[in-house]
């Protein structure tokens, strides 16, 4: 229309300078229809070439394609915007952070009627600032009130303290009834620090991020003991157990004299295949949880391993125990030393298996085959 026509006038008396500053118009100018219908009465010239009259080098500021005004210094504008988007802000209740107005807002440089031209206090009564307080009413330099829209987005950034909540973990024990539990560890609850970004538009919070988050307490993990189910127990299949020692079975289980009498042997007797096994490490059989490790007067020194599932292992007459009640071992820890503790008649480790409660063969739960039995 009336800008293009004009820009057809100097297209004709072309100097290399007006080139360059008309293709730096073009990159400045915006773009759409709304522009042309909006601008077209009111701007003198853009085109870089100062017209004869009552014009001036200026910065025009449009928000959604509306001309508001024209300021000599961009800086006014700039200023006037920032304020803007404060006071609009603070009408929402969101006067701290940083802020942006989210509708389309455009400067561009060119020669202005002078009637255009404000200053920055002007430029921002214009926008419906005063006193830092926002009246929702942006008017255009001829004192039109427009109907924009305003939106502003706020970011801001706080810290909040947030609970760490404990983990309860649940172990399944044979020593206590069925069904009972008891808290071996009690937990608590850890703290932290988090470090978080709202974004809120006109008020309205859109997004929250947590930035980064700092424990200040860990949380402890609470331990429960809980009674199994024999009988349920009893359904699930049980571990394959490796040897507890490598040397030959001195005594068998079943039947046999013991100090002159007979005696029914609830296990099996390892000793070493040299003159001595003193001291020798003895393994735990499976994984497991130790249940016992203490003195007992026909045992001696013994260790229990509870397995789950109602199966315990035994390892008795030890020098020395290698793990506490409490310790969770793997097949093949070590957990105590051969020795002549308790009812023996020599150094050697007695192992015995009891699922629920009943002294069972262990020869029916590991491979024995290819060891030597003395007796
Ligand atoms: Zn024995």
């Not at 773009?31 to 080098?57: C, Q």
């Not at 200026?58 to 988007?85: E, F, H």
């Not at 939106?151 to 172990?171: C, D, G, I, M, W």
């Not at 006109?202 to 331990?223: C, D, I, M, W």
Request: aromatic fraction near 8%; proline fraction near 3%.
């Amino acid at each position: 229309m009336l800008i293009h026509s004009k820009q057809g006038k100097v297209c004709i008396g072309l100097t290399a300078l007006s080139v360059i500053l008309i293709v730096t118009a073009l990159f400045l100018a915006p773009s759409g229809k709304e522009k042309a219908l909006e601008i077209d009465a009111e701007l003198y010239t853009n085109d870089g070439v100062r017209p004869a009259e009552e014009t001036a080098l200026g910065t025009a500021l449009y928000i959604d394609g509306k001309l508001i005004a024209v300021t000599k210094n961009p800086l006014d504008a700039r200023s006037a915007l920032d304020s803007l988007a404060q006071a609009s802000a603070a009408s929402w209740g969101n006067g701290e952070g940083v802020h942006s107005i989210l509708n389309r807002v455009m400067m561009e440089k060119g020669y202005y009627k002078e009637s255009l031209f404000v200053n920055g206090e002007e430029l921002s009564a214009l926008l419906g600032v005063s006193d830092g307080v926002y009246s929702n009413r942006i008017r255009n330099v001829f004192g039109d009130l427009l109907s924009i829209e305003l939106e502003v987005q706020t970011k801001a950034t706080a810290e909040r303290r947030v609970s760490l909540p404990f983990e309860t973990v649940r172990v399944n024990v044979p020593f206590l009834g069925d069904g009972e539990t008891h808290t071996e560890v009690e937990g608590a609850d850890g703290e932290a620090v988090e470090t978080f970004e709202t974004v809120t538009v006109n008020g309205v919070l859109v997004q929250t991020a947590v930035l980064s988050s700092e424990t200040v307490k860990e949380s402890v993990t609470e331990e429960v003991w809980q009674g199994v189910s024999m009988s349920l127990a009893s359904l699930i299949e049980r571990p394959k157990l490796e040897l507890p020692y490598h040397g030959r079975i001195s005594s068998d289980y079943g039947w046999r004299y013991v100090f002159g009498s007979l005696d029914f042997h609830n296990g099996i007797d390892f000793i070493g295949y040299d003159s001595s096994c003193y001291g020798d490490k003895v393994y735990a059989s499976a994984d497991g949880v130790v249940v016992e490790a203490k003195y007992n007067s026909g045992y001696g020194n013994r260790v229990v391993i509870d397995h789950g599932n109602g199966m315990k292992t035994v390892y008795a007459h030890l020098s020395a125990f290698l793990v506490e009640k409490g310790d969770v071992v793997a097949c093949g820890d070590p957990v105590g030393k051969i020795g002549a503790t308790g009812r023996v008649t020599g150094p050697h480790l007695h192992f015995g298996v009891d699922i629920n409660g009943k002294e069972l063969n262990p020869a029916d739960y590991m491979d024995i085959s290819g060891i030597q039995i003395l007796s």
